[in-house]
Each structure stands twice: as C-alpha cells, then as structure tokens.
C-alpha cells in the first residue's frame, strides 16, 4: 500500500532495517496471510525484519495471529523481528509481545496518522506494573439471582432448581448468568431459564441438534403447576433429550469437541490424579469490552494441593489457539481475575503456566510454536491417548518439562 510506504519512508531511522518490500497479494492468499492487514518484509539471511499494519484499532487475537504467521513465514528459521504498527493496542497485548522471544521478536509502535512524525515506538517495559487491572463481575448463584423475581416466581425457581439438582447424577450443570440460567450437558445447552421482569420463563434448548423433526419434538415449555411440581411434558422432554445424547455417546457420535468438553467438565478419567477437581470460573464481563472474561470461561480449571490448573485444549487449527492463548495468559496474569484476594479458597495459587491439552497430530505445530516464545515452558503441551474419544481420559501424556514453583498473584 502506497500510504504505508510513504510512512516508513518517513520513518527512515525508526527501524532496524530499510527498503521494506510489500508482501505481494499471491503470497498473502498462498501464505494464509488475513487479508485485513498489510505485510511489509526487509532485513539481510541473518536477520529478517517484517511489519504487519492496521490503519484501524484491531482485533486484537486476529493481529497477533497474523504477526506471527507473517513471522514465522519470514524466518525459516532465521532471527526475525517483528513491528506491529495501528493507531492503539491494550496493555494485554503489549504485554503479551513480551512472550515473544525465541527466533520471533516482537515490536509495538503507535501510528498516528495527523501527527508529525507518526510512529511511536513503544518501550518494552513501558507497561511492565506491579498493579491488576480489575476485570469482570462475580457470576451470579441460585440465591442471589432469585432476589429479582417476585414472590411466587422466587417459589416456582425453588421448585425448579430442586429439579435440576436431581440432574446432576446424570451431569447436567448450569450456567448462571444476570438475565438467564442454562442447563448444560457438557458445552450443549438443553434448556434456559430466561429472567422476565420480575418473573421467568423456562424452555427447552436444542440448537446443535441437526435432524430438524426431532429439534422440533423436543420444544417444550416449563411451568410450575397447582401441585407445586414442574409440569411432566416439559420432564419427560429433557430425559429424552439426555437419553440420547448419552446415547450418542456410547455410539462415539459426538464431535470430539463435545466429548472433551463432558469429560473436563466432570473431572472424568485421569484429572482429578493430575490435576484436582475441576474449579468453576467464577466470573462474567462486567462490560461489552470485556470479551476476554468470557472467552476465558471457555477454558478449563481445576484445584489440587492448593493449585490451579488451567487447561486450553486444542483440538484443531493449533496456531490459532496457541496465539490466542498467549493473549488470555496476559488478561489472567496482568488482571485481578485470580488475585488471591478474589479467590475462593483464597489460598489458590497458580504458577502462571497454561495447559495446551490436545492430540498427537498438533504437537508438531504447537513445538513449532513454543520455539517463537522467551519462556516456552509456560505453555505445556499435554497430549491425549489415541483411542481418548472412545475409552475416555485414561491416559495423558505431559511432552514438557515441569517446574513445581509457584506465583501467587
């Protein structure tokens, strides 16, 4: 692009190289290269220099993500530096950059289009501070959530939460959030509590179900009748809707996503010896800005010894979720999130490391990765068996080094 060209020529003294080239269209549609961003290359053999740009404040994930294939397709091995340039960066991302150390390198810098010079290099201690910054709100339980309602819809939510209990033998959960309640088996929601006004309504949920005759026999509504029970169509519907996804199960129908999400929630098989028990995250955005919150509630984690564990899995495009675990390990550690303070129990502790959970197939790609960063042990790789989707988490295979100490945050 044109434009940027005549920046860097601006710039001539504010990178360690010069005569950058643009990376042809070809090369970014051959290299997989996200289109929304454009690549410049420089450098000598000994040490390659690139720069990726984004004249619009960016997604975050999709930027590093980009940065670091653009990289990773300059080095072949080789040092390799590279500039991340856009008009601002949150202090997640810059600090995430500071992972980056192995033959990647990485470089912030502001561009600010009406000033005069327009680039700003950003030290790469600049935002290196003792303090949290505060993040999310504490997730919502039956007791708290019921206190909007009126008295005989709290009555009814007693009624219906004394049902949903009776689920858990068969490992239904529930995720409370401000306007709603959804039952889960695994990551699939069967049913929603829905907050209206100073009542609520109850449904059944089955978007993941593809024959479209039996997504709509299962729609059914939940009301509390004269009795004082919940009404029986709406039951005989969710032990139905149970009936077979247990069945899928046993039968290995379900995407592999789905079965490792049912066994991490649960603790099945081996965890609970590795890792604990698992620890429900306990927080949700407190704003629209605070996608990470959520995203982070994606993950996994578990309590042992007075440990956290937290486990990412990947299950497929490995470089994708790599990078954008490096992104959430930054929110975890430069947040108050897992604050000792915020903790319950309060004397977790959490060594700072993530848990790469995933197949024999992407530990290639995820070493290839770890060799881009300062501190690779940070991000364990830990592979399931082969035959894990059928006999369950029975085995599981720690591929990096161990260090027991701790940090408490």
């Known amino acids: 692009m044109e434009k940027w060209q005549a920046v860097w020529e601006a710039h001539p003294d504010f990178f360690i190289a010069r005569n950058f080239q643009e990376c042809p269209s070809d090369k970014k549609k051959d290299w997989r290269l996200p289109n929304q961003f454009d690549y410049f290359l420089g450098g000598e053999t000994s040490l390659r220099v690139g720069i990726i740009a984004s004249s619009k404040i960016p997604k975050e994930e999709d930027f590093l993500l980009a940065g670091m294939l653009w990289g990773s397709r300059l080095s072949n091995g080789a040092k390799t530096v590279i500039y991340f340039i856009a008009p601002d960066f949150s202090l997640f991302f810059l600090q995430t950059l500071t992972l980056l150390g192995g033959v990647l390198n990485a470089r912030a810098a502001y561009w600010r289009e009406k000033l005069t010079p327009s680039l700003y290099l950003i030290p790469e201690n600049a935002n290196q501070k003792n ?16 206190q909007e309602l009126n008295p005989v819809a709290q009555y009814q939510l007693d009624v219906v939460k004394a049902y949903v209990d009776q689920l858990l033998k068969r490992q239904v959960r529930v995720d409370i959030k401000s306007l709603s309640i959804s ?3 695994g990551n699939l929601e069967i049913a ?18 593809r024959d479209s005759a ?58 609970s010896t590795l890792w604990g028990s698992p620890w429900e995250w306990p927080w949700l955005p407190k704003e629209r800005s605070e996608n990470w919150v959520h995203e982070l509630g994606q993950w996994y984690y578990f309590q042992g010894d007075g440990q956290l564990s937290v486990v990412c899995p990947i ?39 993530i848990i ?6 992407m530990e ?36 990096s080094q161990v260090n027991a100490s701790l940090i408490e945050f």
């Open 356 to 361: 790469w959970l995933t197949t024999t197939s």
């Open 183 to 185: 039952f889960l088996w």
């Open 214 to 271: 039996l997504n709509k026999q299962w729609q059914r509504s939940g009301w509390v009748d004269v009795s004082g029970v919940l009404n029986l169509e709406f039951r005989q519907v969710i032990t139905s809707i149970l009936d077979h996804l247990e069945e899928k199960e046993k039968r290995g129908d379900l995407k592999p996503k789905e079965i490792l999400s049912h066994y991490l929630h649960h603790g099945s098989g081996i965890i």
């Open 364 to 399: 290639e790609d995820l070493r290839l990765f770890q060799s881009w960063l300062k501190n690779p042990e940070q991000f364990q790789i830990w592979t399931l068996s082969d035959h894990w989707q059928t006999k369950g988490l029975d085995e599981i295979n720690c591929r």
């Open 315 to 353: 299950l497929d495009k490995p470089m994708a979720f790599a990078s954008h675990s490096l992104l959430l390990s930054s929110v975890l550690k430069n947040s108050d999130l897992l604050c000792s303070c915020k903790l319950k129990p309060s004397k977790l502790l959490w060594d700072g490391r």
């Open 131 to 146: 303090t949290h910054i505060s993040l999310g709100e504490e997730r919502l339980d039956w007791n708290r959530w019921r």
């Open 192 to 209: 929603e509590i829905r907050r209206k006004g100073k009542k609520f309504e109850i449904m059944t949920k089955t978007k993941w179900e």
